[in-house]
């Protein structure tokens, strides 16, 4: 018989060693086994299972079994279940940031922050409230909108932040009455397997599970006839397929997709602060964020100074394995994503273009890549128009207001965006006509688990996380009352 995973609570020892899927409230091993990659020291760790259609199958079956009791529980009784699982979070922080430094590369601070947003992701979400609305009420009727669980959902989640994107999911999903499967990236199952075994002495068996596989699962997922709604964070060409083949089912989907965010600095801008600030944005996680900055225009009567200041912050960051003190940027996280970042050098080396900083990195243990500015490439490069996710980022400088806003939204992506000066009228005249789901001044990457985050155009189908994320796991119903 399987191990139960149930039965521990988050205070008794929880380990970090081992991984399971859990299906049905059981911890499942697999046929086969695969292992991640440390992208530190390029050396395998720990072995995850390989799901097959059959598990999928068995998870399918017990999240249908178990929505039939958890979509009837009260939003009380949810809310206190997802409250208990946060409190386990918390206990086992540390342990998941280990985890997630040795699988995803993120030095420990960030990794740290990383766990404590799962934890803070769960707790803002309990505070949330979608009730029902009497829309009308006369002699004759009364009519009322609510919002009720759509059914089995699906997770499917990147390796950028495998916390932070897979919690979020979880939340709205089991806050709203759905029975959630979660699917980590094969480059990144281990946290994402730990986080559903950690949820299950707080959750019904089938509530919540988890499977980790190969390429063929994210597939088999999104045409499966038992799955009724995906929620999917990726790549742009990833999530068009994820459409397409929900399609023949009618699956709902929420598809979070890349950017190309561009950050428009004003002349009036404080140079000294903004520029370390705005480069330390666009470098975090080695780049690897889909609202990291991927553009800059500057204007062109600072474009010297605010490069240069760019420049002296970026010589500051030191890059390395997470785990050592100081470190600031991790390595690439695979190998895959490494050669795609290293195509972007090979083609600003074959344009000619000028590096203010970094440039190519010599081949060393793990994924490493020095972060690089880019100085005015022309703006029909590679490194203009698409995205390298690394680090390595283009400036540019601009002069006219109408011309930046046209350059901003000439992209097909509209993720994120931001808009740098010192003037708060002209900095939000600029930022209302970006066309990205995310719009900041003097700031970016500043996220809320109780506000809505979405892409525009190829960034994104739908919303996640706020209110707006529950009701992209809820069918809409109207109740007519005749008196
Ligand atoms: P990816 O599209 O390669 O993979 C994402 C997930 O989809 C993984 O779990 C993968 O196994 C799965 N998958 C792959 N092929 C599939 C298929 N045919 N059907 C179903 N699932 C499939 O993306 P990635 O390389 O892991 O992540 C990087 C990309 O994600 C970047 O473009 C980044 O901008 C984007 N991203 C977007 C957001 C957002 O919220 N908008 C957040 C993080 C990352």
Known sequence: MAPSANGHSGSEKFNFDTFRNVINGKLVDGEKTRAGINPATKKANAQVPVATEKDLDNAVDAAKAAFKTWSRTTIE???KAVSAYSAALKEQREGFAALLTKEQGKPLPFAQAEADSGV????ENVKLELPE???????ERKVITRYTPIGVAAAIVPWNFPIQLAIGKIAAALLTGNCLIVKPSPFTPYCGLKLVELAQSFFPPGVLQVLSGDDNLGPWITSHPGIDKISFTGSTATGKRVMESASKTLKRVTLELGGKDPAIVCKSVNIKDAAPKLATLCFMNSGQICIAIKRVYIHESIYNEFRDAMVDHVKTIKVGDGTEEGVFLGPIQNSMQYERVQGFFDDIEKQGQKVAVGGKTADSAGFFINPTI???PAADSRI?????????????PWSDEEEVIEKANSTLMGLGSSVWSSDLEEATRIARRIDSGSVWVNTHLEVDPKFAFGGHKESGIGSEWGLAGWKAYCNTQVLYLKK
């Open 374 to 376: 880019i100085d005015n």
């Open 77 to 79: 009784e949810r809310k």
């Open 133 to 139: 609305t009497v829309e009308e009420e006369t002699d």
């Open 120 to 123: 803070y992701w769960l707790d």
């Open 384 to 396: 203009v128009l698409e995205e390298p996710f690394g680090p390595i980022l283009p400036i540019m």
